[in-house]
Nanobody, 121 residues
Framework: QVQLLESGGDSVQAGRSLTLSCAASGLTVSREDMAWFREVSGERKEFLGTATRDGIFYLIDSVTGRFTISRDNDANTMYLRMDALQPEDTAAYYC???????????????WGRGTQVTVSP
């Protein structure tokens, strides 16, 4: 059974940093295409970036330079480091794994339950 467990969310002031973790069981992170998303209450999930099975780490332009995706193969965990947090980063953050139909544009099969990040001015 595959499980993804996010952790590390917190309430912080603007300018601070957080590192989110996505601990996986039932799959091997280094062999999967995985991604980070975030969701503001009532809105669609926003794709943030990926860590692919080929070792490619990608982030969307709007968070490049502030966010970093990494993974620890020994810990079977993917991370999202977030620096210089702003109130607009307030959201629930989710990790996901294994692209549907072999195409990540079709979505992901496995999702965690999310971890909340709240950034105050």
């Amino acid at each position: 059974q595959v499980q993804l467990l996010e952790s590390g969310g917190d309430s912080v002031q603007a300018g601070r940093s957080l590192t989110l973790s996505c601990a996986a069981s039932g799959l091997t992170v280094s062999r999967e295409d995985m991604a980070w998303f975030r969701e503001v209450s009532g809105e669609r999930k926003e794709f943030l970036g990926t860590a692919t099975r080929d070792g490619i780490f990608y982030l969307i332009d709007s968070v490049t330079g502030r966010f970093t995706i990494s993974r620890d193969n020994d810990a079977n965990t993917m991370y999202l480091r977030m620096d210089a947090l702003q109130p607009e980063d307030t959201a629930a953050y989710y990790c996901a794994a294994r692209c549907l139909n072999g195409r990540c544009s079709d979505g992901y099969r496995y999702w965690g339950r999310g971890t909340q990040v709240t950034v105050s001015p």
